[in-house]
């Protein structure tokens, strides 16, 4: 087996967080805490998705955000995601790898549907422009 050569940080457009919920108290929570992130952090928030959408196993909403703000936001987010489940990855122009080797999980690993479906080199994201206007300090 060939050990892959070692990829620069620059390889990082950006990353996405994915916050899931299950029922209603769990939505609840999800909701509560899009709000606190919002307060605090220069971040595109994305749809609220009460169905199943991509390649994820539950409702959700995605977070993204420029990799300038990963040492603040994640740890933050360890911190405070309220026992929901997290999925955070980078976006490298390798939707398949981002999501089911480069993934850091928070809470339960949950299954990547179709992972067959995510692209191998896609055009690099560009960088998220936050739609939140912080108030708060992390």
């Known amino acids: 087996m060939t050990t892959p050569p070692l990829q ?13 919920f299950d029922g209603a108290a769990q939505r609840e929570a999800a909701l509560a805490l899009r709000d606190r992130i919002a307060e605090r952090f220069p971040v595109t928030l994305g749809r609220v ?62 299954e990547i549907v179709g992972p067959e479906h995510l692209a191998e080199d896609v055009d690099a994201e560009p960088a998220p422009v936050p739609n939140t206007q912080p108030t708060l300090n992390p």
């Open 49 to 110: 998705h009460e169905r199943l959408v991509g390649p994820h196993a539950r409702p959700m909403y995605q977070v993204a955000f420029d990799a300038a703000i990963f040492g603040n936001f994640v740890p933050w987010l360890m911190l405070n995601r309220r026992g929901l489940v997290v999925l955070v990855h980078p976006n490298t122009r390798n939707e398949r790898r981002d999501h089911l080797v480069h993934a850091l999980w928070m809470g339960e690993m949950l």
């Open 8 to 20: 620069p940080l620059s390889t990082i457009g950006s990353f996405h967080a994915h916050i899931y």
